[in-house]
């Protein structure tokens, strides 16, 4: 466990809002071949310490990991693993709803959903259980990897539950999943719906993608003026059956190495020391959301956004007739 703080400046007309919010990274806990119902179970049983230690710490806002109830399957295209899909009041919600009542806690939980109203849709989905043990929401992840190993079209299609802020007794929480980090406008749109605090609970390896890592979400923090809570699993998981990754390269049975590294952004730039890169770990912080406000008025970034310039030139991106603004140097092509 680690524990920091981020402070604000005093406001004469309100007084601090200070919210203690918590991150939990973990590697799974059975081998990928155990019976299905034993490595959830054995998932909750690993988390369970955990989640009391942020209760009983005092943290009123926890997130956990991208589809913490399950190996990070998804490399392996095969459709087994989609019997870890859960309705949104299924067996990890009611595992979690007894924690936040008992601690009066707020829990974002990211999990593979299966809509029983829906054809049994699979989504990647992340619930806001409010303090009180209530399903707040939810929010489908909007963008989905594509790229080297992360194969999880085959799984769930892109979100269709736009960029929901949930208001909720500790602030204005929204949850950006995993890869929407790469999407500047998916944090925009959160920050424009009045987000203070933004989730991104993800599942990444170290050769994909550790050195963007640390800078997407501060620059996502500074550019919307909220606070962005990154969590990553741990450790390496091997499946079964090897797969290939379309490049040429021989097959392998694991993604690669889940880097954790789980830290906090704030909106003045600064950031907290980031959780090991090998082990479980609970990342606390206070933030007083005072500070979200106080950086759009020493920036002026949401004044001086010029959205409407930015609305037209999509609106007309999006068009199949879209021309692109070059203008040519005209001596470019005269002696060609
Ligand atoms: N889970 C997921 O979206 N991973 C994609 C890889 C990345 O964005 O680093």
Redesign the pocket.
Known sequence: MQAFSFSADRESLRGPRIVRVGLIQNSISLPTTAPFLDQRRAIFKKLTPIIDAAGSSGVNVLCLQ??WTMP?A?CTREKKWCEFAEPIDGESTQFLQEFARKYNMVIVSSILERDVYHGETLW?TALIIGNHGNIIGKHR?N???R??D?N?STYYMEGNTGHPVFDTAYGKIAVN??????HPLNWLAFGLNGAEIVFNP????GE??EP??PIEARNAAIANSYFVGSINRVGTEVFPNPFTSGDGKPQHADFGHFYGSSHFSAPDSSCTPSLSRHKDGLLISDMDLNLCRQLKEKWGFRMTARYEVYADLLARYVKHDFEPQVISDPLLYKNA
């Open positions: 991208e589809a990070f998804f990647n992840k963008h989905i990897p790229v080297g992360f999880e999943i995993c890869y929407g980090r790469h993800s599942a990444t390896v994909l993608s963007m890592w």
